[in-house]
């Protein structure tokens, strides 16, 4: 064993799960310590690289996620909203960096996870690539020079296998054109239009949510306004910016105070 930073990815075997064990594997700067798949996963006892296809990484995969986070410096948790406050508390008991990638969380998850971040780091972001944080502080921006005759509706698009809507990147964005305009995202959000909805409000933030096929993930913010129109886009083509991300964190991690932090932090921004 050598004494890079060790790191444990849970949901080993989801898209994001096994993205971010090739990440660690490739990277000179941190080393595989333990792979964690729900109960009940038939992945539980087999080698990590060969559950993949691949050869073997000396990495049994295991449903006990205390055991592997206690021997590791990192986790890096892209799962369910559920699993992710219950690997918060343990990670936590272990004083590992928590970095979490789950999105979908309600406000009582993420409440969750307050008592967890003064015992360890907990670094989360609904985005863990640099050109969505770059565009999150872009929106911020470009709301706040821009009043309410522009529209700000923010489009999002992602692969037929996503469960929750609208996506953590667009609410991340809807956030920040929020805050940019000085007003509070829960009194003019617009999350489901169907039927006679009447005009649209000045003033709301719109959300649009398409689903299809392998889009990786797509996110626009519109301002429309009478007479012009501005697009911010970003448009991710491989989830290996997420798991890039996500080890920065991860290692960025390991100097930090107990506490919540984001990508923004992690990136300087
Ligand atoms: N923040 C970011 O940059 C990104 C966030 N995501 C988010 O990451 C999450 C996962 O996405 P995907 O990998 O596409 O989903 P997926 O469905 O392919 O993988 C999720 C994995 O978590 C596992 N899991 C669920 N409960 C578990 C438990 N209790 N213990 C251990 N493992 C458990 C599942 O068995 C599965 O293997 C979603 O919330 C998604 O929105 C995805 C990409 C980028
Ligand atoms: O589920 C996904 O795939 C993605 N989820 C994140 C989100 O909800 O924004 C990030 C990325 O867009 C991919």
């Not at 993205?19 to 000179?28: A, F, G, K, N, Y």
């Amino acid at each position: 064993m050598n004494d890079l930073p060790g790191i444990v990815i849970t949901g080993a075997s989801g898209r994001m799960g096994q993205m971010l064990i090739q990440t660690v594997q490739e990277s000179d700067r941190a080393r595989l310590a333990g792979a964690v798949e729900r109960p009940g996963h038939d992945w539980i006892g087999r080698d990590v690289g060969e559950a993949m296809g691949g050869a073997p990484l000396g990495v049994t995969v295991t449903d006990e996620p205390l055991e592997a986070f206690a021997r590791a410096q990192a986790v890096i948790d892209f799962t369910a909203p559920a699993a992710t406050v219950e690997f918060a508390r343990l990670a936590a008991q272990a004083r590992a960096v928590h970095v979490i990638g789950t999105t979908g969380m309600s406000d009582e998850d993420i409440a969750a996870l307050e008592p967890c971040a003064r015992h360890a780091v907990i670094v989360r972001a609904g985005n863990m690539s640099l050109g969505v944080n770059l565009l999150v502080q872009l929106t911020k921006r470009v709301a706040a020079a821009l009043d309410e005759d522009f529209d700000i509706e923010v489009i999002e698009a992602h692969h037929h296998h996503k469960v929750d809507a609208p996506s953590g990147t667009a609410l991340m964005l809807g956030e920040a054109a929020a805050v940019g305009r000085g007003v509070d995202l829960r009194e003019v959000a617009d999350r489901g239009r169907d039927g006679i909805t009447g005009p649209r409000q000045r003033g709301d933030i719109g959300f649009t949510a398409i689903r299809g096929g392998d889009i990786v993930g797509e996110h626009d913010v519109l301002f429309a306004a009478p007479g012009e129109r501005i697009t911010l886009r970003h448009v991710a083509t491989d989830r290996a910016i997420f798991a890039r991300g996500a080890l920065r964190a991860a290692l960025w991690g390991q100097d930090r105070k107990p506490g919540q932090y984001d990508m923004v932090d992690v990136l300087g921004l």
